[in-house]
């Protein structure tokens, strides 16, 4: 089975489970294979939008029915999501809507809102709204990103899409590295 088959097949699959871990180079990759014509833009963003909203929605629910009994059973969590609660009082909506912004604190942050004052339906409200932009601009950036990727190397559908997507995947690999091992220095440097 070759790779843009299995694009055809479980690309839609992928950018879902995207959504829901911290997808933005998926949702990116799924841009770009919709550019490519491997799957089609407003269904990468459909699927991206139901990951992100399933994710929040359930470490939200979480927090606000099971939030004591995770904080007890993880103490380290707890400085993590009790410091900042008071800021998530006072901002809640805001925070909702621009969670999807947050990378890194994804889990941590909802988990903070259902344990906050705000109100289920707020919450659900702005965190819905904030999902949509998040799709939007993620999703948009990488089927621009396969304009940009032809205007370098001419007609995308002359190179064989897997060797764009493992480009993509590697640079995406060496940011990564970067990431760690600059978190890394800094968590040293303490």
């Known amino acids: 089975m070759s790779?843009?088959?299995?694009?055809d097949s479980y690309g839609y699959v992928a950018v879902f489970l995207g959504g829901i871990f911290e997808g933005e180079a998926v949702l990116v990759l799924g841009g770009l294979a919709a550019y490519g014509g491997f799957l089609k833009l407003p269904?990468?963003?459909?699927?991206?939008?139901?990951?992100?909203?399933?994710?929040?929605?359930?470490?939200?629910?979480?927090?606000?029915?099971k939030g004591k009994k995770v904080i007890e059973?993880?103490?380290?969590?707890?400085?993590?999501?009790?410091?900042?609660q008071r800021h998530i009082d006072k901002r809640a909506p805001f925070i909702s809507f621009a969670l999807r912004f947050m990378y890194g604190f994804r889990t941590v942050v909802p988990l903070s809102l259902g344990m906050s004052t705000i109100k289920t339906?707020?919450?659900l409200l702005f965190n819905t709204l904030g999902s949509i932009l998040w799709v939007l601009i993620v999703g948009i950036s990488g089927y621009f990103f396969g304009d940009v990727l032809e205007i370098f190397l001419g007609k995308l559908k002359r190179y064989e899409f897997k060797i764009i997507i493992s480009t993509f995947i590697g640079a995406m690999a060496i940011y990564g590295i970067y990431t760690l091992i600059k978190y890394l220095l800094r968590k040293s440097l303490k």
Do not use: E, Q, Y
């Not at 790779?3 to 694009?7: C, D, K, R, V």
């Not at 459909?46 to 359930?58: C, E, K, L, N, Y």
């Not at 380290?76 to 999501?81: F, P, T, V």
């Open 121 to 123: 339906p707020v919450f």
């Open 43 to 65: 269904l990468v963003f459909f699927f991206a939008f139901m990951g992100a909203i399933v994710s929040d929605w359930a470490w939200f629910f979480v927090g606000r029915h």
């Open 73 to 84: 059973r993880w103490p380290k969590l707890k400085n993590l999501m009790l410091k900042p």
């Open 3 to 7: 790779l843009i088959s299995l694009i």
